[in-house]
Each structure stands twice: as C-alpha cells, then as structure tokens.
C-alpha cells in the first residue's frame, strides 16, 4: 500500500489525537530505520524512550518469538514463567520487593497512586488523603494521572478531576515544606523531568524530599517511566540521588519495544494491595514479559557504562553545536535549548527531511537515542543536526 493511500485511511478513520510527521516508518536494525522509499533515518528518539536496545536487536527478537510460539496469553488467574522471572529480575536489580505488572506508564502510575491512598486510608484513615507531586511533571494521560500531572494545560476539557492532589515547585524546598500539609501521605516525583523538558531535580532538593517523607512517614514514590531502565547511565535514575523510594513505576524502555509497565514496592508498600484491590486483563503478559526479560539480560555494568560514555560525548557534541545554548538532562537522556530566534519545531522537520528523527520536549530538542546505538550512527545524527542547525544560524551563508 502507498504511503499516500495509508495516510488517508489514518486521517480518515484514527482519532486525530497526534500531530504526527509526514513519515511512514517501515523498518529498523539498531537505531536505523527506513521510510517507504527505502531512505534511511537515524532514530535519536527510540519511540519515545521505548526502543531502549534498537530495532530488532537479536537476543530481544528471539526471546519474543520463542515466548509467542509457547504462549502468547492466560490470565493473572494462573502463573506463568516469565512473569516470576521479569519480578524476581526486577525485584534483585532494584533492591524492591515486589512488582504489580500493567501495560503502559499512565497505568503504572496509576497502581502507584491506589497504592498511596490504600496505604494513607489504612494507616491515617481520615487524616491523610492527598498527594503531593511536582509543576512542570508529566505522570499519564489517564483522569488520575492527568490530574497527577502538575501542569495546567493538561487540566481543562475533562473535569471534573479527582481530589487529593497538591503542587509544589521543583527545586524549591520553601515551597515543597509549605505544600505539605499533614494531610499529605505521599510523593510523587520525576528524578528528571522529561515531557516538562528534560529537567533534571537538584541533590538538596531530592535530599529534602528523601529526609521529609522519613520523618512522616510519607510514601516516596518515583516515576522512572522514562528514566529507568539504564535511560541515564544507572539502572534507575533515582540511583544517582541515593535515596530510597517506597514505589517506583517503570513503563516506556523495559519491554524493548513491547507494552508493559511495572509498579514496584517497597518494604513499607509491598503488601498494601492484597487480593483484589487492583488487577489488569493484559498485565504481565507472557510475551512482553519475555522482552523485557531480554532486556534486563543484556543490562549489566558494562552496558550501564556505556550508555554514561555515549551520553557524555553525546552532551559534549551538542554543546559544541551553533544554536545550541544550553545541555540538560542525564545519560542518554539529554535536552537542548535552542538560541533565541531558533524553533525546535523547525529543527526536527528539517532534521526528518535530511534523515534524523528527534524528540521535542516543551521548547528544547530532546535526545532519546537507543542505548545500544552505535557510534557511528551517532555520528552520522549529530552530523544531520549540526548541518540543520548551521543553516539556520547562518541562513545566508
Ligand atoms: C510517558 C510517561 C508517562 C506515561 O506513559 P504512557 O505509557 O504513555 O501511559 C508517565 N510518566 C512519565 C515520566 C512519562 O515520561
């Protein structure tokens, strides 16, 4: 089927929810991929996140087909292997308890949020009911994660949204200190703000958080839903803060491609959901799982090290770039603020002509690449941005 014929079936027939670009991706190898004229792309955004290991990659491939040729579905009813074995991968890799399996971010962070009202009404009943998260985050599409989400653009059209949220400002601890009500029970934080624009949280005030949610007993819970799972050179971004987290939720890079999300608990919150309080029809599917086995697999030491390389010269080639003004961000995932004059908008549908997918995230470019990229895919992405980008600088020369 032509390119032409499918984009009419999409925008006939699919909900106009995305603002897609004018590409039909076809296939990958690694972080390389075609368009239906055989071009070939550099994928600097991994999905969003998602294609943590690249298209394709061999381990990953054979662990899927080997599962789906087994069994591709039963229920939560009953068990099933690579379930146990992504949990007991997970639980060993963290140093959490135990996993509740969902399927997408929105879904994880919504496990992590029953998690923190069931743990507030058993132990506070009537005196804890809020949660407080962070301006600027990003937590899901869903009416709970949406109201999670400390954004006032993502609160209009769907009200009314549930109670029990407030918002304090990151990096801030006055703020945070005044929000935090006694009727506050749980946290809710980004290590590094992605969709708000890949804005990394500060030690002290990470270190407040930590030292408050102790002193009351309140739950710490981190989305790593885009910065875990080896995205910023540890296994968890919350590992370059030292502190340690009640719940984590996981989604977009740990199935290598495939839909799951994970909400991990603690010692203090590993028993809060019993028989039950919370449950999903596709979570820990056997397929997924056995991707995200694979993944997990090829995470050692060595691979976390050398996603912190390719993220140090990755952020040290972008800094060196013409309109490029400021780096953010950690590992592999990275942000750029663009001089003044300069819209990122134009940078990425430039970049897609000449054979680059980016990210964006807020007015910044952000960088996403597969963590198993290779450097000479990197060089040849970096080459495409910096040719775009010295156009635009000098658009006359
Ligand atoms: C993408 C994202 C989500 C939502 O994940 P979905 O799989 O789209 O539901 C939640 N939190 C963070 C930090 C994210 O980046």
């Not at 491939?61 to 074995?85: C, F, G, R």
């Not at 009640?246 to 019993?274: H, N, S």
Request: net charge neutral; with cysteine; glycine share 12%.
């Amino acid at each position: 089927m032509i390119f032409s014929n499918i984009k009419k079936l999409d925008q006939t027939y699919i909900a106009g929810t995305y603002a897609r670009n004018d590409l039909l991706v076809q296939q990958g190898k690694g972080a390389t991929c075609q368009d239906d004229t055989s071009r070939t792309l550099i994928d600097f955004s991994a999905g969003i996140g998602v294609n943590s290991i690249g298209f394709g990659n061999p381990a990953w491939v054979q662990a899927v087909k080997e599962q789906i040729d087994k069994l591709s579905h039963i229920s939560n009813l009953y068990y099933t292997q690579p379930m146990a074995l992504l949990a007991q991968a997970l639980c060993q890799r963290t140093g959490m308890k135990k996993v509740f399996f969902a399927n997408s971010g929105a879904e994880a962070n919504e496990g992590a949020l029953k998690t923190a009202r069931k743990y507030m009404s058993d132990h506070y009943p009537g005196q804890r009911d809020t949660i407080l998260t962070l301006i600027n985050s990003f937590h899901g599409r869903t009416i709970a994660t949406l109201t999670a989400t400390g954004q006032d653009s993502m609160h209009q059209h769907f009200g009314p949204f549930p109670q029990g949220f407030v918002y304090a400002k990151a990096n801030d601890i006055a703020d945070l200190e005044e929000k935090l009500t006694p009727r506050v029970g749980a946290i809710l934080l980004e290590c590094v703000q992605g969709e708000g624009g890949v804005i990394p949280l500060q030690q002290d005030f990470v270190d407040a958080v930590s030292n408050l949610c102790r002193q009351r007993d309140i739950l710490l819970m981190v989305d790593e839903v885009q910065t875990g799972v080896g995205r910023t050179g540890k296994f968890l971004a919350l590992e370059h803060y030292g502190i340690q987290p009640d719940v984590v939720t996981l989604a977009k890079g740990l199935g290598g491609g495939l839909p799951i999300g994970a909400v991990l608990f603690g010692e203090k919150t590993k028993d809060v959901l019993g028989k039950g309080d919370h449950g999903s029809t596709f979570g820990g599917n056997p397929v997924c799982c056995a991707g995200a086995c694979a993944v997990l697999e090829m995470m050692d030491d060595a691979f976390l090290s050398r996603v912190t390389e390719t993220g140090h010269y990755l952020r040290k080639r972008l800094e060196a770039m013409p309109g490029i003004v400021e780096v953010s961000g950690k590992g592999m995932m990275l942000g750029a603020t663009l001089q003044e004059g300069i819209k990122n908008t134009d940078v990425i549908a430039a970049c897609g002509q000449q054979g680059l997918i980016l990210l964006a995230a807020k007015h910044k470019l952000r960088f996403l690449p597969p963590l198993t990229i290779s450097r000479e895919e990197l060089n040849t992405g970096l080459g495409i941005l910096e040719e775009v980008l010295a156009k635009l600088t000098h658009p006359l020369t």
